[in-house]
């Protein structure tokens, strides 16, 4: 339990980007469980230096999705994130399948309300396209816009990607691994989500490049526990392990 109030702080940290899905509409009648964290870092000091200089800072994200195929090409879903909570939709422009590779690209749209700090609606927009080379490995990349008119007023130091007139962006790729405890073939029973993106920022007419590792875990399996060998094994313990070792290796 302390365990789990722990991890639950950290929504109360976070702050934008990452995608923490799978790239790809889920079909009707499927479902998907994400959680994910991501971190923004640049590995050149002196960037580090002037981003502290202009007021700008560094800052992770954890996210909580639930989404659930409506039909084919279309799901819908409820998100939290640090930047605000609210349902979504997301839904398929162009599909097509070339010598067994499914390509997608698709648009993922969120009203969200912030409730932490400047209690306003804020609009997220996702555009990802993916190329699922087998049931098991999807890469993707994705392009992330948010608008919060009134977000960089309750935060001090003011978060990186700010791109005017409250408007925010990252762009960057990964790709999901998927792992199948069951035979039949319908949507993960558990999902590794890597993510490396870029957030172009411009100071003092120099061009900081601030990058952002995340990793999700989801599937509709990933809070069923499985007996193995005598054992109880949970892959949600994974997730619930790996998240408290971000948090203390974060708090030194």
Request: glycine letters at 12%.
């Amino acid at each position: 339990m302390r365990r789990i109030f722990i991890i639950s702080l950290i929504f109360l940290n976070g702050c934008f980007f990452g995608i923490f899905q799978r790239p790809k509409t889920l079909g009707e009648g499927n479902l998907d469980i994400s959680v994910g964290a991501s971190f923004q870092f640049t590995a050149n000091p002196y960037d580090r230096q002037d981003i502290e200089k202009t007021g700008y800072s560094l800052y992770p994200n954890v996210g909580f999705m639930f989404t659930y195929g409506v039909i084919n090409g279309l799901d819908v879903g409820f998100a939290v994130f640090g930047a605000g909570m609210g349902p979504f939709l997301r839904f398929d422009l162009y599909k097509e399948k070339f010598k067994g590779v499914e390509n997608e690209f698709l648009l993922a749209i969120y009203p969200l309300y912030d409730a932490l700090f400047s209690k306003s609606i804020g609009l997220r927009i996702d555009a990802i396209y993916s190329w699922q080379i087998n049931k098991n490995f999807e890469p993707f990349l994705f392009y992330q816009l948010y608008y919060h008119p009134y977000f960089q007023d309750f935060l001090d130091p003011k978060p990186l990607g700010h791109i005017g007139n409250g408007f925010y962006h990252f762009i960057g790729f990964g790709s999901n691994i998927n792992i199948y405890f069951e035979r039949k073939y319908k949507t993960p029973d558990l999902r590794f989500s890597f993510e490396f993106g870029l957030l172009p920022v411009y100071y003092n007419q120099k061009f900081i490049p601030v990058f952002n590792f995340g990793l999700g875990f989801g599937g509709d399996g990933l809070f069923k526990c499985r007996k193995e060998m005598g054992r109880i094994y949970c892959p949600s313990d994974i997730l619930l392990n790996f998240l408290y070792l971000i948090l203390l290796g974060g708090s030194h």
